[in-house]
């Protein structure tokens, strides 16, 4: 079984439209939960990270952390052309060693 | 301030020949990470290094994988001899000091897209 379950999509949204990735998990060790959006040929950036559960906002992103059900979501309200990307979830355990544990990434497409 | 910087962006190489990727962190980065995408697959650690020391290999996939970072400065991975299987996206990332609020960004370099005929 994969550490981290992500539906690779794509996913083809009108502009404006709301738009839900989510990402499950198996081990109960992650504390931080990050997401990352990559454009084509470029290397991933980080969009927003949570520490355990709660949610988390910026501007026009959520990010949502669910422990119990080890399930979490980025949410991108109004969506945009330029928000265009594979979006990855990571993922790593409390402590010194950062090393992350990615989703596959959800391609997505906003359609103008 | 200049990003993660990788070479070469692209290096095809036959089965059995060496290469050897750069990676060039962002100045003052303590941490310095590699990772590897095979198509098709997730992006899978390789390696991580707090200056020039070696935190954690845990990743490297084999013995023909030889990653050292001179002075705590850039890094180098060596794939010798490089085989059908090595092919994939090679990315370095840096963060800072782990002590330090921003300590658990990880900034990325373009990657380096590693073709073995």
């Known amino acids: 079984q994969k550490e981290v379950e992500q539906d690779p999509g794509p996913l083809s949204v009108p502009e404006g439209a709301i738009v839900s990735l989510n990402c499950t998990y198996s081990?109960?060790?992650?504390?931080?939960f990050m997401w990352y959006r990559q454009y084509s040929r470029k290397g991933p950036e980080l969009l927003m990270y949570?520490?355990s559960s709660g949610n988390k906002e910026d501007g026009r992103f959520t990010a949502q952390v669910d422990k119990s059900s080890k399930y979490i979501s980025l949410f991108i309200r109004d969506s945009q052309p330029s928000d265009s990307a594979t979006y990855l979830c990571?993922?790593?355990?409390?402590?010194?060693?950062?090393?992350?544990?990615w989703g596959l990434g959800t391609s997505l497409a906003v359609n103008p | 301030e200049a990003g993660v910087t990788q070479f070469p962006s692209h290096s095809v190489i036959e089965k059995g020949q060496t290469v050897t990727l750069r990676c060039d962190p962002i100045?003052?980065?303590?941490?310095l990470y590699w990772y590897r995408r095979v198509m098709g697959k997730e992006i899978k650690f390789l390696l991580h290094?707090?200056?020039?020391?070696?935190?954690?290999e845990s990743g490297m996939p084999n013995n023909r994988f030889l990653a050292e970072r001179t002075g705590g400065t850039y890094s180098t991975l060596k794939v010798q001899p490089a085989e059908l299987e090595d092919s994939g996206v090679y990315f370095c990332?840096?963060?800072?000091?782990?002590?330090?609020?921003?300590?658990?960004?990880?900034?990325f370099g373009p990657g380096t897209r590693l073709t073995v005929l």
């Open positions: 990571a993922m790593d355990y409390a402590g010194n060693n950062r090393k992350l544990i």
């Open positions: 081990n109960s060790a992650f504390q931080y």
């Open positions: 949570t520490y």
């Open positions: 100045s003052g980065h303590d941490n």
């Open positions: 290094f707090v200056k020039e020391s070696k935190q954690d």
């Open positions: 990332a840096s963060s800072q000091d782990r002590r330090t609020s921003g300590g658990r960004e990880q900034f």
